[in-house]
């Protein structure tokens, strides 16, 4: 019975009962979308832009990113199970999604993602996704940028109210009718380096910069900020 509950799950009629769903269900949110305006603006004077979050907060922005599809974004997918899910919901907002990881078939699609910003300029990534660890900005962000002379704008979500799940990246999902705020950072450009240590400090810089707005509960059902030791060289 688990195993045909399974199969059902990544069937093309769930893939569209899960989209609508997942748009039924964010409507409920009183959403407020903060500082969107720069980085589009960048976009249409022809710059290329990869937005980037936590892996514990993009479902929140599903609903909003829709209206996105008009930009032909680009959005790299692990080829987990769990990934072909996502990947055909975010299909049917319009997104694009070379399918890969840094564990399977990173390489080939990491190749195709950055084709597809250097054709249409605009794009999205998880940095520690799809196994964490959690609050760890892996290298793909930076390497992609680099190749395409992206600015990099990291966002964030929190939630008024929102339950945690017991997963590796703490996943939130908001409760109904949570007020809802997805805010975009500042741009960041990267540019090219020489040395790996070079590379790894500007690794280091995005990390330093997204960690305060990682969400982690405690013990007492309190949001926190986690600790950060690290500066920027």
Known sequence: MLKQLKFLIYT???????????????LTFRLTVVNEEKWQA????DKTILLCTWHQQFFSAIRHFKTYSKFNPGLMISQSRDGDLISGVANKTGWHTPRGSS??????????????????????????????PM????????????????????????AENAWFFNSWDKFMLPKPFSKVTITFGDEIYFGKDDTPEAFEAHRQYLETIM?????????????SEPDISKSYP
Do not use: W
Not at 42 to 45: A, G, R
Not at 103 to 121: D, F, P, Q, V, W
Not at 135 to 153: F, Y
């Open 12 to 26: 093309r009629p769930f893939i569209f009962f899960a989209y609508y769903l997942i748009r039924i269900y964010s």
């Open 42 to 45: 960048l976009l249409k004077s």
């Open 103 to 132: 564990s399977r078939g990173g390489k080939k699609a990491m190749g195709e993602m950055i084709k597809h910003l250097k054709t249409y300029k605009f794009g999205c990534h998880i940095v520690d996704g799809p196994r964490g």
């Open 135 to 158: 609050g760890k900005v892996k290298a793909g962000i930076i390497r992609m940028a680099q190749e395409v002379d992206a600015l990099v704008v990291p966002f964030y979500i929190s």
């Open 211 to 223: 960690l305060p707005k990682l969400i982690v509960k405690t013990p007492f059902n309190q949001q």
